[in-house]
């Protein structure tokens, strides 16, 4: 299995990969400049030598070329990335973690898209890929700590079966993650919103919070 992660030299791209290229999956983390990308790649690897983790940094484009891409970047930046994309994406299980957020005062509030969430907007956008939802709600920080467990919940969102099943499989390599079928992708709309409830209690409290749903 070779995943891309567009945009992922940021933290929750090169965390999400950092998990993924532990659980023994290949990673491409895309950029829109290739050097970062490779340096990002490098400094993981130095980071956590004798893991056996297989990254590598590289234009969105070629990490586009994976077997499964996952959408990393900022919500505003992430349809001007997709779009030159939608021919490599065509058939493919394309994950949306984004969520589409404005900053207020020291908070941040989620913004009302006409498709009603990103995720939405992004098979709209890709009509011939298998949008799916996930991992929204795990704080980067977390995710790229290796030496830290984890002990979570991921929201998985999709209309399209092999799309469902494949994020969720995604979602439950990462040793410590497990992966609740959310349903279609118009859930989308409120898991996204989510993450702005989960910021605000991150800043209230000055704290992670990971989601973990109780009673299954
Ligand atoms: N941070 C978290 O804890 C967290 C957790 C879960 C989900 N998420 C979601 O994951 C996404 C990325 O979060 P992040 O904190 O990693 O964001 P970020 O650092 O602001 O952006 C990630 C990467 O996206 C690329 N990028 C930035 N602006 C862009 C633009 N206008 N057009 C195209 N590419 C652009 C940059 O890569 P290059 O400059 O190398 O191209 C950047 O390193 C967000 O949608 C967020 O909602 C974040």
Redesign the pocket.
Known sequence: MHVGIL?G?????RGLGCRLAAAGIEVTLG???KA??EGVAAELLAAWPGRGLVVRGDA?VAAAEADLVVV???????L??VQPLRDRLGGKVVVS???A?VRVGHGVQAVQLARGSFAGTLQAALPGAKIAGA??????EDLANLDEGLMADVLVCADDAEAREATMALVESIEGLRALDAGRLTQAQAIEAF?AVCIAVNIRYKARTYLRMGGI
Not at 72 to 78: F, I, K, L, R, V
Request: proline share 9%; charged share 10%; hydrophobic share 35%.
């Open positions: 945009g030299t940021g933290p929750a791209g950029s829109r400049d970062r990308a969105n990393a970047t900022p919500w505003e930046g992430a001007g990335t973690m984004v969520s957020l991992f929204h709600h795990l704080p980067a993450t």
